[in-house]
C-alpha cells in the first residue's frame, strides 16, 4: 500500500540537508527512477514506511530494502544484501567498509525497466533470508562502552544493530567516541539519530 509520507519524499526530499523542497535536492535528480522502482517494491507485497527520512520497505516488520536518492545515482539499498547470491552481480558495496548491506543502483529509467524481474527476484531473495533468520557474523566488538542511547536504539531497530555490528571494529570505535563524548543523554541521542543512515549505508563516521 502506498504510504503518504513517501509521497512527501518523493516530492520535497528528505529534510536532513539545506537543499530540501528545492531544485538542488538529489530526490529531484532521480525522481523518474525512485518512481519506478517504488512501484517494482510495491508489488513485492512489502510495507511501505518512512524510516530515517527515507523510504523504506519492510515484510513482517523486518526491514528488506531502502530506497533512496544520492548524488549520482538512485538505490535500493538492501540491509542484509551480502547474504544474497547476488547472481547477476549487480549489487555495490556503499562504502568501502562496507559488510552487510548492498545497493542496486540506478541512473536511467531503461535500467529499471529492464530490470524489473531481476530487482523482483532479489527483493523476493532478501525477504526468503529474513524469513529464514539468517544473520551477519559479526566482527569483534571494539573495546569501548556503548551508550544506553544507542542499546535502546538497537532494540527499536535490529537492522541497526547489524548494521553496526557490521562495521569493522575502528568504524565502530569512531562512532562511539564522538557519541560518548556528550555529557548529556539528549545530545548524545541526537548524535546517533543523526548518524543511523551513514552506520545503515555501511559507512564509517568519516567517511562521505
Not at 516488520?61 to 547476488?86: Q, T
Not at 536504539?153 to 537492522?159: C, D, G, L, S, V
Amino acid at each position: 500500500m502506498r504510504n503518504p509520507k513517501v509521497d512527501h519524499y518523493l516530492a520535497e526530499g528528505c529534510g536532513r540537508c539545506k537543499y530540501y523542497a528545492s531544485p538542488q535536492c538529489k530526490v529531484n535528480d532521480w525522481r523518474d527512477e525512485m518512481i519506478q522502482l517504488r512501484k517494482i517494491l510495491l508489488e513485492c507485497w512489502l510495507n511501505e514506511e518512512l524510516k530515517w527520512s527515507v523510504a523504506c520497505y519492510t515484510f513482517q516488520g523486518k526491514n528488506i530494502v531502502l530506497l533512496s536518492a544520492f548524488k549520482e545515482y538512485a538505490a535500493l539499498g538492501f540491509f542484509k544484501g551480502v547474504l544474497l547470491k547476488d547472481t547477476k552481480k549487480l549489487l555495490c558495496k556503499p562504502g568501502e567498509n562496507s559488510q552487510a548491506v548492498r545497493q542496486l543502483r540506478f541512473t536511467d529509467t531503461d535500467t529499471v525497466t529492464a530490470l524489473k524481474k531481476t530487482v523482483k527476484n532479489y527483493v523476493f531473495e532478501a525477504i526468503e533470508v529474513e524469513k529464514a533468520g539468517l544473520q551477519i557474523e559479526k566482527e569483534n566488538s571494539p573495546d569501548f562502552d556503548i551508550p544506553e542511547e544507542l542499546e535502546k536504539k538497537f532494540i527499536e531497530m535490529p537492522a541497526l544493530k547489524v548494521a553496526f555490528q557490521s562495521l569493522t571494529p575502528g568504524r565502530q570505535r569512531g562512532y562511539l567516541l564522538y557519541f560518548t563524548q556528550a555529557k548529556q543523554s539528549k545530545t548524545r541521542a541526537s548524535r546517533i539519530e543523526k548518524y543511523i543512515p551513514q552506520i545503515l549505508a555501511g559507512k564509517g563516521f568519516h567517511d562521505r
